[in-house]
């Protein structure tokens, strides 16, 4: 698709996924003693302060990860 675009993570350790939508945060935390499927995962609607920590910190990582 031409409107998705990826990069890969050489700086910074997040310890979860982050997808941002128009409406809401999705994060799935990374567990030592879980497996994925196992793994919390919170939804954060765009109207809240947590989403906000949140998109900033998808910024911060992709704007660190710009490719060469």
Do not use: C
Request: glycine share 6%; no cysteine.
């Amino acid at each position: 698709y031409p409107t998705i675009t990826t990069r890969t993570i050489r700086k910074g350790l997040p310890h979860h996924q982050i997808i941002i939508t128009d409406q809401t945060a999705l994060i799935l935390q990374y567990m030592f003693s879980r497996g994925t499927g196992e793994s919390p995962m919170l939804q954060i609607p765009k109207d809240t302060e947590l989403y906000g920590v949140f998109a900033e910190e998808f910024e911060e990582l992709w704007n660190l990860n710009e490719p060469d």
